[in-house]
């Protein structure tokens, strides 16, 4: 595992925990998967309405983290969002693999 991929799973923990405000966790995988298991609070949007819908309900500077089934989906969906306005887009390394690894909070059936 990367350090990159700690740093970022541990940053997003810690502004969980710390109850910072101003950012959104978007799970772009398919509606199934998401209601399994996913991070506690994310918001499940399809990728292919992800730039529809989140120019609907988010504010262009608002905080967004990015996971999907794999690095190369989330990578896909920040970049989409990048392009669409959205600044402050962050792909989540490693996704929800790497948020159970540092004990980060899930919820859904499998929770």
């Known amino acids: 595992m990367s350090n990159d991929l700690v740093t970022e799973v541990h940053d997003l923990k810690s502004r969980l925990e710390w109850g910072q ?16 298991s996913r991070i506690t609070g994310s918001i499940q949007i399809p990728l292919n309405e992800l730039v529809q819908r989140a120019k609907f309900s988010l504010h262009t500077e608002r905080h967004i983290y990015v996971y999907g089934d794999n690095d190369a989906q989330a990578t896909q969906a920040a970049q989409k969002l990048r392009e669409a306005g959205f600044t402050n887009a962050t792909e989540l390394t490693g996704g929800l693999t790497a948020w159970k690894t540092v004990g980060g909070a899930i919820e859904g059936v499998a929770a």
């Open 21 to 36: 405000p101003a950012f959104t966790i978007i799970d772009v995988r398919d509606r199934h998967t998401y209601n399994h």
